[in-house]
């Protein structure tokens, strides 16, 4: 059964997008519904021209938007019960969706896979509450279950991302992920880490690389650390009777 609205936004990564929708397309074709890909700035490729097996909807940009903007935007268009947000440099090796919606429990709005980056042996770990003292001083402590999700694959139940509202489209780029989290969370939907599904990342860290990147990873955490929902998320987390699992 078709679940599944999958959003895809290219900053100019044509082939890693036709690359993914081939590999949704051999792999995945059972959960999804329907694919929309926004194109962010203007590059050659085109996508709507490909014989696939689901449909597929293609936003042309006129100016660039960020990455809550793009992914509201396609929410738009969105009428199955699931939504997948998901980055380009993502890597499909089996049936990912398939595997990710069996027997999801009604509570659970946001579910993840395991997360395997190609120059790491091991999954991504999860990563607890943004503070200062993780970002600037490295003082990363994994949590026992999951607290966010980094924006590369989120799959949301559709009804949990229009009561929060989508994304905060104040975060140009980073930090609208744990935001987001956060906010579900505090709706009362559970987050759902997948131990058995894995994908890969082909990671791209641009905040280490150009100033420009750098500045908005800055800004965003400044918003962050200055909205409501962070420290309602926090003050929830630190009065957990118990660690949430996660299969």
């Known amino acids: 059964m078709s679940q599944v609205t999958v959003s895809i936004v290219s900053h100019g990564q044509g082939d890693w997008v036709l690359r993914l929708l081939g590999q ?13 890909v926004t194109v962010n ?3 050659g490729h085109a996508f709507d021209s490909l014989a696939l097996p689901f449909p ?3 936003i042309a940009n006129t100016a660039p938007q960020g ?6 935007q396609a929410f738009q268009r969105c009428d199955s019960p699931w939504f ?3 980055n380009p440099d993502i890597g499909l090796t089996g049936d990912a969706l398939g595997l990710l919606l069996r ?3 009604q509570t659970v709005g946001l579910i993840a896979p395991r997360v395997q980056e190609p120059q790491d042996t091991r999954p991504t770990p999860e990563r607890d509450i943004i503070t200062p003292w993780e970002v600037f001083f490295s003082q990363r402590t994994p949590p026992p279950a999951p607290v966010w ?3 590369m694959f989120m799959l949301f139940r559709a009804a949990a991302y229009r009561q929060v509202a989508g994304f905060d489209e104040r975060f140009h780029l980073y930090c609208e992920d744990f935001d987001i989290c956060a906010r579900t969370r505090l709706k009362g939907w559970a987050l759902l880490r997948r ?3 894995t994908v890969q990342h082909d990671a791209q860290r641009h905040s280490h690389l150009r100033w420009r990147y750098l500045s908005w990873h800055v800004a965003s955490l400044l918003r962050l650390w200055t909205a409501g929902a962070f420290w309602r998320y926090w003050w929830y987390l630190k009065h957990l009777p118990a660690p949430l699992k996660s299969p």
């Not at 949704?24 to 929309?36: E, S, Y």
């Not at 990455?67 to 509201?72: I, K, L, P, S, T």
């Open 24 to 36: 949704l397309g051999a792999l995945c074709q059972g959960a999804v519904a329907k694919v929309v």
């Open 41 to 43: 700035i203007p590059e």
């Open 56 to 58: 597929l909807e293609v």
């Open 67 to 72: 990455f809550g903007r793009n992914h509201n």
């Open 84 to 86: 997948l947000v998901l």
């Open 103 to 105: 027997d999801v429990p």
């Open 149 to 151: 999700f980094p924006g």
């Open 195 to 197: 131990h058995t599904v």
